[in-house]
C-alpha cells in the first residue's frame, strides 16, 4: 500500500496504515517488518558491465534470508544484484532459479531482485512480533518460518470501505527501516532500441562502505562515478534536505527519476516556432503542450486528431500484448495556430462525394481504380462509382487523380464542406432569479449591468455596432416571466406563468429578437429587475429545472438552437428520485453519487435534440445535500458556475469574465460526430461529455466549442493490411451561429506493423494520460472508486512488464528499470490522476467539489488535461531587471524541495493559480510587487496584485494575464505563505510529493510499479 485515503493525518514510515490497507485491525501495532530493504537500492540502469556491479554489490552485501521453498519464492533480501546472463527476468524454470540462489547463499550472495508471491494463496501480513532481528550485520533478517511480506490486500491507495475490492498487483508493506538509506543518484541512459533505462547503485545501509558510498554508472565506458553528499556536509548545515512529502520510502531521489519537465523542455527545444508537416504515415507528433505550426498533406493536425500510437499493430494479439489502449483523442473544432493556414472550405456542390455505402466523407485515404471511375473506400471496403460531374482522370503508378492539387477533399487532412441548406440562427436566451432571496441578496443590480454593458459591447463582422444575435429574456421565482420585445411596442409586456408542470407558452412573436432591435427594451427591463417586488420567500427554493424547461419551450416554439444562461441565486430543490448523497462515505454505492437522475437524463436530452446550452451561474454559494446542479448544464456543452453574491472585487472580475467567454466563444449547435475507421477495426468507445447513445461510433452533443475533446477507444476486428495502414475519420455537422450548417472532416492515416517495439515507440505518454483521464473519469459513474484505481494500476504495470518482456533488445537485470523513450514521464502522470481528488477524495473534498471538477476536466482538451495533472511551476524574478522577465517556458518539477524559501514561484494550472511567496524573499521585493515590505502583513488566500508601476511588477501581471488567456475558464489569484495554513492548497497541485489526501509520492509509486512489473516476468 502506497496512498493514504485518510488526508490530513501525519503517518510516519514506521506506522503503515494499519487497518485501511486491507489487514486485519487486530494487527498489533507496532514496528512493522520491512520486506524489501533492498529495493531502496533500485539498479536502474543499462545491463552493460555486470560484472563492475556484482563485485560492487558482493563486497557490501548484508540481508536477511529466509527458507526458500522450491513452490513459494519469499526470500527477501537487503540489496539488488543484476541478473546475469542466465539470470534474465524471464525465466523458464523457476525451480533452477532458486536453486541458484541457494547455491549463491552459501557464499552471501542471495540478492534476487524482487521475490514477490505469483498467487494470493497463503499470502498474509506479517505480524511484527514474528520478525526478531539478529546481528546489527544482518538487521533485516528473519526468522525462517516466517510467511511472505505481501498480502493480496495490499493496494497502492486504500479502499474507503471495507466492501471494496482490493487490488491484484501486489503491493509491498512499508515496514521499519533500522538503517537509513543515502540516496544515489539515477542516470538516464538512451539507448539503441529507444528505450530508456536508468541506473541506480550505491552500498548497503549496512556496509562500512556507507561512510563513503561511491556509485558507479553503468555505461558503456565505466569510468564516470560520483559520491553521494558526506555526512559532514548534513552536519554543517550546507546541505537543505528535502521536504518530508518529497523523500522516498525506499531511498530514491525524486530529483533524479525521469523528468516531466525535462520531456516537456526537450520536445518544446525540437518543436517550438517550427513546422510539422502532417502526412500519412508520418512519425510522432510534437506534444500537445508544445505551440508549433502544423503544415497539412494529407493528414489531420494532431491538434483535431490525436492517436495514442503513431503505429498501429497489425493483429489484435499484438495490440493486446502492449497492454495499452488504441484509440484516438478527437477535438474537432480546435482552434488553428495563428500562422497556420485557415481551413480550407468547400461548397458542397463542388465536393467530390463521398463513399455511398458506410456515409464516410472523401478524403485523401481513398484509393483511385478504373483511371478514375471508382475508388476504395478504406472504411468499408467497398468500391464506389464517381459522378460523371466530378469525374477526373487518374495518372501514373499510384493512380492519382490529376486535380488532387486542386481539389482539398483530395489532398487536405482537414477540411470544411459548406451546405446549401441553411438553418434557424442560433440565439441567446437570459433567465434571472427574482425569487425574495435573490432580491435580498444585492447583486442583482450589478449582474444586471454587466449583462447589459456585454450585450451592447458585441460587434458584427462587418463593422455594425450591434449583434444580428436573437435574444430573449425572461425572469422566474415560483412563476415564469417572459418579455415581448417587439420592437414595435413602446415599451416590453411581461407573459406570467402560472402553471408551471405544462408549460404552453401564449405567445411566440416576440419572445426572441434580434439585439439592435430590443436593445432598448432590454435596457429597461434590466433597470426595473433589481426594483422588483418580492411575492413572498418560498422557504422549500426553486427548482433549476424550471428555468431549464421554460427556456428550452421558448426555443422549440421558435424552432431554433441557442445558449440559455440561467442567474440563480435561491436554494436549490431536488427534483424527485434525485440521488442522495447522504451516507456516500461509508456506503459500498458510492456510484450512485456520480449519476444523474433519470428526470435530469430526460430533460438534457430534450436540450441536446434541440441544440440547447445550459450555462447555469450560481450568484450564492448554497448548502444543496443531495442535488447537484451541474449534471444537465455539463451534459449540454455547458457549465456551472459558483459566486459569493458578487460582493467581492474578484467575485465580480471572474463573473464579467465567465459571461464574456460565455458569449462570445465560437459555438457549434445540434452537432453530430460520426468515427469512421478503417474496415478491419472498429470503436469500442467513445468518452467525454455528452449522453451516450446507442451507438459509440455516432455521438449527438447540442453545443461543441474548441476545447470539446473526447477519447475514442479501438478494437480490431481482423488482421490490418500493413500496407494500407489505419485511417480514422472524425466527422462533424453542426450549424454556427448564423445558421449555416457546416461539415469539418478530419482524417488521420497512420502506418501499421508486425513489430511490439515499434508500437511501444509511437506511444506518448501525455496522449495516454488524456485517454486514461476521460475513459476512468466517466467510469466512475458505474464502478467504484478503488476498482477503478487498481485497474488504471495494473493496467500500466503489465504494460511496462509487456515492455520488458518483449521489446528489450539486451539483456535485462531485474534492478533495471526500463521505459520506453516517449513514456518516461507516464509514470508521474498516471500517479497524478490516480491521486486526483475525483478518484481518491481528501477528508475536506465534497461531493460537489468532485463532481464539479470532474465535469471541469472532461470538458478540457488534451494540453489543459496535461496541465492539470502537472502543472507548471515557474519561478518568478526577485528583482526588476527588465533584462530578465518572467518566462512561462521556464519550468520547475512539481515537488516541494523546488521551493526555496528566498524565491517567488507562479503555479499555473487550468482551475488554479498561485502564487508562493517564501520567508525570505527579500523586501524590496515585496514592496514592488505588492507594496509591503513585512512578510508577514501580505494577504493570503484569494488577492489582486496593486497596479505598481515598476518592471517586476508589470511583468509579473503581464505573465498572470497571459496565462489566463490560456485557461478554459476564468481564475482568481491565491498568494500562499511559507507556513501558512493555505499552503495545503500548493501541496495538493506538488504532484511528485504525497498529496494531502493520502497519495502516494511519484518516487513512491515508480518503485512499485518496477517491483510489479518485474513480479510479473518471474
Known sequence: MMDNPAANQ????????????????????????????????????????????SEHLHQNSQGCQRDISPSRNI???????????????????????????????????????????????????????????????????ASPSCQPPYSHQGSLNGPQSPHQKHLPIISPSFGHCVGQIPQSPTQPLLLEDGSIRYTHNHASPTSPVQQQPQWALQQHSAETTKQVIPSAAIQDGSFTPQSPNSESRYGLDPELLPSAVKVLAEDTAEWEGKVFVSEPFSSLPPLPTTSCIVEDRGSASPRAIRSTSYCVPCEGQTALLSRLPLGALVTPLAEQNPEEKPLPEVKESECVRGCGWCGASMCPAMSWQDCGQRFYCPFCGKLSEVPWQHYQPTKGVEGVRVDKDKRSELSMGSYEILNSEKGEPAALLLAIDVSA?????????????????????????????LSDIRVGLMTYDSHIHLYDL????????????TETEDLQLPVREGLLVSLKDCIDGIDSVLQLIPQF??????????????????????????????KLLIFHTAPLVEMANTNSSSGFFGSNKPKSIFQPSESVVTLAKQCVSQGCSIHLLLLSKQDVGGAWPGHIPYL???????????????????????????????????????????????????????????????????????????????????????????????????????????????????????????????????????????????????????????????????ALASYRRHCCSASVSAGQLVLPQYLRALPVYINSLRKSEVLLPGLRS??????????????????????????????????????????????????????????????????????????????????????????????????????????????????????????????????????????????????EDKSPNGGASYADFLYHLHVNSVRLLQ
Open 486 to 497: 417587439s420592437p414595435a411596442l413602446s415599451r416590453p409586456h411581461m407573459l406570467v406563468i
Open 10 to 53: 501525519s503517518q510516519t514510515p514506521s506506522q503503515p496504515w494499519a487497518g485501511q490497507n486491507g489487514w486485519s485491525p487486530a494487527s498489533p501495532q507496532a514496528a512493522l517488518y520491512n520486506p524489501l530493504p533492498s529495493f531502496q537500492h533500485l539498479n536502474l540502469g543499462s545491463p552493460s558491465d555486470q560484472r563492475l556491479c
Open 846 to 991: 465534497s461531493i460537489h467539489q468532485r463532481l464539479q471538477q470532474r465535469c471541469q476536466v472532461l470538458s478540457m482538451d488534451t494540453c489543459n488535461t496535461c496541465t492539470h495533472f502537472y502543472p507548471l511551476l515557474l519561478p518568478l524574478p526577485l528583482s526588476a531587471d527588465t533584462s530578465n522577465p518572467p518566462d512561462s517556458e521556464e519550468v520547475l518539477r512539481c515537488s516541494a524541495a523546488s521551493l526555496e524559501p528566498r524565491q517567488l514561484y507562479l503555479l499555473h494550472a487550468p482551475l488554479t493559480l498561485l502564487l508562493w511567496v517564501g520567508t525570505q524573499v527579500p523586501a524590496s521585493t515585496l514592496v514592488e510587487l505588492f507594496n509591503t515590505s513585512c512578510f508577514s502583513s501580505l494577504p493570503s488566500g484569494e488577492t489582486k496584485l496593486p497596479f505598481l508601476e515598476n518592471p517586476l511588477s508589470v511583468s509579473v501581471r503581464s505573465l498572470i494575464s497571459k496565462l489566463n488567456s490560456q485557461s478554459p475558464r476564468a481564475r482568481k489569484l491565491w498568494v500562499v505563505k511559507q507556513g501558512d495554513t493555505c499552503e495545503e492548497a500548493l501541496q495538493r497541485h506538488l504532484v
Open 437 to 465: 432571496s435573490a432580491l435580498r441578496g444585492g447583486h442583482l443590480e450589478f449582474a444586471t449591468q454587466q449583462i447589459l454593458t456585454l450585450l451592447t459591447s458585441l460587434n458584427r463582422e462587418d463593422g455594425e455596432d
Open 75 to 141: 526470500t527477501c533480501h537487503s540489496t539488488v544484484q543484476p541478473y546475469s546472463a542466465d539470470q534474465n527476468v524471464q525465466q523458464s524454470n523457476p525451480n533452477a532459479y532458486v536453486s541458484s540462489m541457494v547455491t549463491a547463499a552459501s557464499h552471501g550472495k542471495i540478492i534476487p531482485p524482487c521475490s514477490l508471491p505469483l498467487t494470493h494463496e497463503g499470502t498474509q501480513p506479517r505480524k511484527p512480533f514474528q520478525m526478531p532481528f539478529y546481528s546489527p550485520y544482518s538487521p533485516y533478517q
Open 533 to 562: 417586488a418580492a411575492e413572498g420567500d418560498n422557504p422549500q427554493g426553486v427548482p433549476m429545472e424550471l428555468p431549464v424547461k421554460a427556456g428550452l419551450a421558448v426555443l422549440q416554439a421558435l424552432n431554433c438552437p441557442g
Open 636 to 798: 449540454t456543452g455547458g457549465a456551472l458556475y459558483t459566486y459569493s453574491h458578487l460582493q467581492g472585487e474578484l467575485d465580480r472580475e471572474r463573473f464579467s469574465a465567465d459571461l464574456k467567454r460565455i458569449i462570445e466563444s465560437d459555438t457549434g449547435y445540434k452537432a453530430e460526430l460520426r468515427i469512421f475507421v478503417s474496415k478491419d477495426l472498429r470503436v469500442s468507445g467513445c468518452y467525454g461529455l455528452f449522453l451516450p447513445g446507442s451507438s459509440p461510433s455516432l455521438v449527438n452533443m447540442a453545443t461543441v466549442d474548441g476545447f470539446t475533446t473526447l477519447a475514442v477507444e479501438l478494437a480490431h476486428t481482423r488482421t490490418v493490411d500493413e500496407t494500407r495502414g489505419v485511417a480514422i475519420q472524425a466527422v462533424l455537422s453542426y450549424c454556427t451561429q448564423s445558421g449555416d450548417k457546416r461539415t469539418r472532416v478530419h482524417t488521420l492515416t497512420l502506418r501499421c506493423s508486425r513489430q511490439l517495439q515499434d508500437t511501444f515507440r509511437q506511444y506518448q505518454a501525455q496522449t495516454l494520460l488524456t485517454f486514461y483521464c476521460k475513459k476512468i473519469y466517466c467510469a466512475v459513474l458505474e464502478r467504484p472508486l478503488q476498482e477503478l484505481r487498481e485497474e488504471l494500476q495494473t493496467e500500466v504495470t503489465e
